[in-house]
């Protein structure tokens, strides 16, 4: 069997049940896909795409469905569109050359960290240090970070124009922006209706949709502690560390805290999620992303307390190491979905005012 075959079947599979989820339309109101899907009569491999990542993957359709396994049917919405999902973050990765980092997920981050421990180490002055600069200097920190999140953005800038083009989008406008946005920032359809969601099995819960939004908002904290970091640093004159009621340690420890309790909350609800739903080969993918997060959380943490012992240097490297493992593999692994979920989010508040 070719490589093409796998994904043409995967395609006519979805093109399958998006057909009988068209004819019998009982899910509608659960999230936007449905009413997405009701926009269209035949399913491309663009709109099979869009679709995708406009799931959040919450399973209550799959529970609620009267033709899933076993009936004969065997429609399970969440896990066909979880294996068309992965397939598009490598159709639309950029660049191609790249894209097959997502299939090896879980080795692409272990040898990312250990990369970036190990030039972190070599940089680090061997010298008893008293401040963070002592150990690695600033510029080499600048330089590393700033190289790889000009990286970054590009890649992403650049996936989501392919994404764009590749589901059919048509010119963006403010409303959809906004209300596409805004339906992303407060995870509105992540609740199974109202609910919560079937996570992790057919009881409804909302504890998922808030460990997103700590692990969400507390990156997003910890975001704005390096920025405002970088504004005492070249503004303000100030070097680090600085006082633990200062705005870049309150930001820090802030979304440190919520960085840390949002992932091991979603480690820990993916350990006990019944296996329907889920896509095979994603697992590791998911899994390597979230211990990234959470030890990015947890030594920087460590840090903040430890940073006046003479474990600070052994902590400043193995943190700066996760952080940039984390950057680097950004466009490669689990945090596209909440990228390319934005864009179709985009997309269906422009369409759902101006359908077909």
């Known amino acids: 069997m070719s490589a093409a075959e796998p994904a043409l079947n995967v395609i006519q599979e979805g093109e399958r049940i998006m057909r009988i989820c068209n004819s019998c339309r009982y899910c509608e109101g659960y999230c ?30 799959y529970y609620a469905c009267q033709y899933a396994p076993p ?75 700033g190289g790889i999140s000009i990286f970054v953005l590009l890649v992403f800038m650049i996936g989501v124009a392919r994404f764009w083009r590749g589901t059919g989008g048509r010119p963006i ?40 939004h700590a692990t969400f908002y507390g990156f997003t904290l910890c975001f704005a502690s390096t920025v405002t970091a970088a504004f005492y640093h070249y503004a303000l004159r100030l070097q680090a560390p600085y006082g633990y009621l200062s705005a870049p340690v309150i930001l820090g420890t802030c979304g440190g805290i919520a960085l840390t309790a949002g992932t091991i909350g979603l480690l820990w609800l993916r350990s006990i999620r ?24 947890v030594t920087g943490l460590l840090l903040l307390v430890l940073r006046q012992t003479p474990l600070m240097r052994a902590l400043l490297i ?5 952080v940039l493992a984390l950057f680097f593999t950004l466009p490669y692994g689990k945090f596209v979905h909440g990228v390319y979920r934005s864009a179709a989010l985009v997309k269906y508040a422009l369409e759902s005012r101006e359908p077909h």
């Open 32 to 61: 936007a896909v449905f009413p997405a899907m009701e926009m269209r009569r035949t399913f491309a491999e663009g709109d099979l795409n869009y679709l995708a990542n406009l799931c959040h993957n919450c399973g209550e359709c």
């Open 71 to 145: 009936h004969e049917f065997a429609v399970n919405v969440p896990k066909l569109l979880a294996e068309l999902r992965g397939r598009s973050y490598q159709r639309y990765a950029w660049p191609s050359l790249l894209a097959g980092i997502f299939r090896v997920n879980g080795i692409a981050v272990v040898v990312a960290l250990l990369v970036s421990v190990l030039l972190w180490s070599t940089l680090a002055s061997p010298l008893p240090a008293a401040g963070f600069y002592d150990v690695i200097p600033h510029r080499a920190m600048v330089e590393a970070f």
């Open 173 to 212: 406008k403010f409303h959809a922006l906004i209300r596409g946005l805004k339906d992303a920032l407060t995870l509105r359809y992540l609740d199974g209706g109202g609910g919560g969601c079937a996570y992790p099995n057919e009881t409804q819960s909302q504890s998922r949709r808030w460990f997103h």
């Open 274 to 297: 019944k296996p329907e739903t889920q896509a095979a080969g994603q697992t590791a993918m998911d899994i390597a992303f979230l211990i990234l997060l959470c030890l990015a959380g």
């Open 318 to 322: 193995s943190h700066l190491g996760i």
